[in-house]
Nanobody
Framework: QLQLVESGGGVVQPGGSLRLSCTVS????????IGWFRQAPGKGREGVAC????????YYYDSVKGRSTISRDNAKNTVYLQLNGLKLEDTAAYYC???????????????????????WGQGTQVTVSS
């Protein structure tokens, strides 16, 4: 059974940075497209960034585009989300998820909506506060 564990969340001031990690066990990371999603209190789960397993093509939502980077290290079974220039509105629980159902040819960006992902971690909290 595939398991995902997030880490790296915390409390940071506006403008600060965090690097979130998503470590996979129970299978090899290179079999899955991985996505990061977040959910703020009282709101639905929304996409942040996703990365394919075929060639690492990425997709970013406008809310984080230009100030975040998603990357994967298949040898370490880990996907990272670097968040820079954090804003108050970035406060949320951040989840990583694995897509085992879709295959993407090289250069084709992944679907980055929660419905496309089968396996989920428990989340890590990011709080941006002054």
């Amino acid at each position: 059974q595939l398991q995902l564990v997030e880490s790296g969340g915390g409390v940071v001031q506006p403008g600060g940075s965090l690097r979130l990690s998503c470590t996979v066990s129970g299978s090899t990371l290179n079999a899955y497209t991985i996505g990061w999603f977040r959910q703020a209190p009282g709101k639905g789960r929304e996409g942040v960034a996703c990365i394919t397993n075929s060639d690492g093509t990425t997709y970013y939502y406008d809310s984080v585009k230009g100030r975040s980077t998603i990357s994967r290290d298949n040898a370490k079974n880990t996907v990272y989300l670097q968040l820079n220039g954090l804003k108050l509105e970035d406060t949320a629980a951040y989840y990583c998820a694995a897509d085992s159902s879709h295959e993407y040819p090289a250069t084709v960006p992944p679907m980055c909506v929660p419905q496309a992902y089968d396996y989920w971690g428990q989340g890590t909290q990011v709080t941006v506060s002054s």
